[in-house]
């Protein structure tokens, strides 16, 4: 809920009449203060100086599809209408060290339940979130609940956390996260509130790994574990990397069918985690 901050000096303006300077206050009202009873004067007028709640939607493109901008702010005319977005990614946080954030400091405030879908296997799901629960030294997420109303928020947050299979208009995406939060201000103001995932039923979906030592993977299938582990990754703070130099870490923002090896933080998906927490 929006705060109002009210001032409690007079204000005072000059008006010149006939050539003479007086001084008028500002028309001020009383006000009962709940749930003390007391009674104040204010002003008519007031400032609202509450954050602003915004959201970031990161878009997991399949090898081939997308290509990200040259992260040097500026977009040439063979990036593609995706620069807009990626040109944003090209901040401070990115580099070689194979790992960035979606706003310096904006984080989960607290524990976080997750709302999933039962279309999606829960276990799955489940699994993706211990990966990055087990790699910091809190606990990013205390429960979840399957729901089959959960779905995709992306006009406003529910204040559920969740996991949805949908139909992404746009060709050659894999999945879709909506995070929301307050992303400016002070670092240590910023928070992340909610956040959805929807895995784009173009594909088929299952799992990818290989079923013993001798045998290969599933390779016409989009690895689930794979996938949600990677939103996730948005959901506690983390943003893309495109640099080839970082194609095996967790948050690399390509992948295609058959792909396992997101499923497990690399290192400097583990630093960028820790450093947030």
């Avoid at 030592?213 to 016409?220: A, K, P, Y």
């Avoid at 959901?235 to 130099?245: K, N, Q, R, T, W």
């Avoid at 923002?253 to 290192?267: Q, V």
Wanted: net charge negative; aromatic share 8%.
């Amino acid at each position: 809920m929006k705060k109002l901050a009210l001032t409690g000096t007079i204000v005072a303006v000059l008006l010149v009449v006939a050539g003479i300077a007086i001084a008028k206050g500002v028309e001020r009202n009383p006000a009962t203060v709940v749930p003390s009873g007391k009674t104040v004067i204010v002003p008519d007028q007031a400032t609202d100086n509450s954050p602003v709640l915004g959201k970031a939607i990161f878009i997991h493109y399949r090898k081939g599809f997308a290509k990200p901008c040259n992260n040097d702010g500026i977009c040439d005319p063979d990036e593609g209408p995706w620069c807009a977005d990626c040109k944003k990614a090209g901040g401070k946080e990115k580099g070689p060290r194979c790992y960035g954030f979606l706003s310096k400091g904006a984080k989960l405030k607290s524990a976080k339940s997750l709302t999933i879908n039962p279309e999606l296997d829960t276990s799955v799901i489940l699994n993706s979130a211990l990966e990055w629960d087990s790699n910091t030294s809190v606990v990013l997420f205390d429960g979840y609940a399957t729901d089959p109303t959960a779905d995709w928020d992306s006009e406003a947050p529910d204040g559920r956390n969740e996991f949805s299979f949908g139909d992404y208009p746009q060709s050659g995406v894999i999945a879709v996260a909506v995070v929301w939060g307050y992303f400016s201000g002070p670092p240590q103001t910023r928070e992340i509130v909610e956040f959805d995932v929807m895995f784009d039923t173009d594909y088929s979906w299952g799992d990818a790994g290989p079923t013993s030592e001798t045998e290969l993977g599933d390779t016409s299938v989009m690895d689930l574990q794979n996938i949600a582990t990677h939103e996730i990754g948005h959901g506690v703070g983390l943003d893309d990397v495109y640099e080839s130099a970082c194609s095996e870490v967790t948050m690399y923002g390509y992948s295609t069918e058959g792909e396992t090896k997101k499923r497990t933080l690399a290192d400097p998906d583990i630093t960028g985690i820790q450093k947030l927490y």
